[in-house]
């Protein structure tokens, strides 16, 4: 079965830095979202893209985060300059109908 | 807020019995309800959908029932086998929209 994959599954990274986070979705795929997980706590949607443009985005996806779909099969969620708080893991997801689920970054911000 | 809610952190079943895993949501919005499954250190796997025009739907051995007057959903698992030990998340959304996740519930299957 076709996957969503990930780049990288860890990524540990100083404070105010900036941090990319890569996705390959399912290849015929037309909707694409970035969630994420605080340690601890529920899955939260973050922004999702259609047509080379965001759809719809939460509250958490403030100026910091971006994302980019840089090339035909890449999609990106870029973290500006990151707070101790953006700590999670990071789920990319791709969809026709219903959503598949990458593996995940696990994102620790020192 | 939480418009989706699963109110049991988790559950212990017997190998063999039923497991059934409870979510509610207050968003009338939502047409569309889903069940995935969660191992540490893996994304979230589909397990089965529900659209807001059926009552019940059924794949081997998950069935998943919704109640919209009272705006519930389950999802019953049976047999339970020991492979079903995860998280279980309930997510509901509409369209394409991003999903809206419970909490989960970590679904024990004791020998």
């Known amino acids: 079965e076709p996957e969503v994959t990930q780049t990288p599954s860890h990524q540990v990274t100083q404070m105010g830095q900036e941090v990319i986070l890569r996705c390959v979705p399912i290849s015929n795929h037309l909707y694409f979202y970035w969630y994420r997980q605080i340690l601890g706590q529920k899955v939260e949607f973050l922004v999702s893209f259609y047509n080379n443009e965001i759809s719809e985005k939460s509250e958490i996806f403030d100026d910091q985060f971006s994302v980019e779909r840089p090339d035909g099969s890449n999609f990106t969620l870029k973290i500006r300059s990151t707070k101790l708080e953006d700590s999670a893991m990071y789920f990319c997801?791709?969809?026709?109908?219903?959503?598949?689920f990458g593996p995940g970054t696990r994102l620790l911000v020192l | 807020d939480q418009q989706v809610k699963q109110n049991s952190p988790s559950l212990s079943v017997q190998e063999g019995r039923i497991s059934i895993l409870n979510c509610d949501y207050t968003n009338s919005m939502f047409d569309y309800f889903l069940w995935y499954k969660k191992y540490p250190a893996e994304g979230p796997t589909f397990l089965i959908s529900?659209?807001?025009?059926?009552d019940k739907n059924e794949d081997g051995r998950f069935t998943v029932f919704l109640n919209k007057s009272a705006k519930h959903l389950s999802l019953h698992i049976v047999p339970s086998q020991p492979g079903d030990s995860a998280v279980y998340f309930c997510a509901a959304g509409g369209g394409a929209d991003g999903l809206t996740f419970g909490k989960g519930t970590h679904l024990i299957i004791q020998p």
């Open positions: 997801a791709s969809s026709v109908a219903r959503q598949y």
């Open positions: 529900i659209s807001s025009i059926k």
